[in-house]
């Protein structure tokens, strides 16, 4: 198994523009969830699926989108990126409703510079 | 809504010290308790974790945690660290019917030699 793959792996975009940052996992696991990581916040959560065709906000959702068409694939897109939304983006998943006490696994993270 | 505090922020120990890293919570119902290590330039992985039973858990690479339900407390205990453990660790709750996770801000461990 790959496990949670994320791509890019880096990326810098300029104020305004817009990307989709990739995650893909294997495991058949029904939740899915994307966090941003910042200095001294620690991990903050922006969006996430229960399974497919389900999503819901986390903590910070406000200038990104997620769509989860298939249980492998979440998509996060930034419709028009904002300095702030510099950051390291992990994605997660875990077998979620069936079984909440299991851990979640994270992908390797996306090194976002907005300029 | 839940929400998890890490006390210590950046934490500098010889190697052969003890570890003790405080994690509190606030949620008033059962919960599920986790904590992940970042090593540098990693992704989080997970060190142990708690969500019935002994309070006493043991996790990986000697770590072991002790979840005190009237203090809202999971302490990340190690009785002798390594170099090797320079690392983030972040303490993570979430309810005990749902996976949606809420971290801590998490502590920075050095380890000198």
């Known amino acids: 198994n790959a496990g949670v793959t994320q791509t890019p792996k880096f990326q810098v975009l300029k104020t305004g523009q817009s990307m989709t940052l990739q995650c893909a996992q294997d495991?058949?696991?029904?939740?899915m969830s994307w966090y941003r990581q910042d200095p001294g916040m620690g991990l903050r959560l922006i969006h996430y699926?229960?399974?497919?065709?389900?999503?819901d906000q986390g903590e910070v959702p406000n200038g990104y989108n997620v769509s989860r068409s298939t249980t492998e694939d979440f998509p996060l897109r930034l419709l028009s990126a904002a300095p702030s939304q510099t950051s390291v983006y992990f994605c997660?998943?875990?077998?979620?409703?069936?079984?909440?006490?299991?851990?979640?696994?994270f992908g390797p993270g996306t090194r976002l510079t907005v300029t | 809504a839940q929400s998890v505090s890490q006390h210590n922020h950046h934490v500098i120990l010889s190697e052969a010290a003890s570890l003790e890293l405080g994690c509190n919570y606030s949620?008033?119902?059962?919960?599920?308790l986790f904590w992940y290590v970042q090593y540098p330039g990693q992704h989080l992985q997970l060190l142990l974790k708690?969500?019935?039973?002994?309070?006493l858990v043991k996790g990986i690479k000697g770590f072991e945690a002790e979840f005190i339900k009237s203090k809202f407390s999971f302490n990340l205990r190690k009785p002798s660290v390594q170099w090797s453990d320079t690392a983030e660790y972040f303490c993570a709750v979430n309810p005990g019917t749902a996976s949606k996770l809420t971290f801590g801000t998490g502590t920075r461990l050095q380890v000198t030699l």
């Open positions: 495991m058949n696991h029904e939740y």
């Open positions: 708690y969500f019935s039973g002994d309070p």
């Open positions: 949620y008033g119902g059962t919960v599920n």
């Open positions: 997660a998943s875990s077998y979620g409703l069936r079984d909440p006490r299991q851990e979640q696994y």
């Open positions: 699926s229960v399974g497919a065709g389900i999503t």
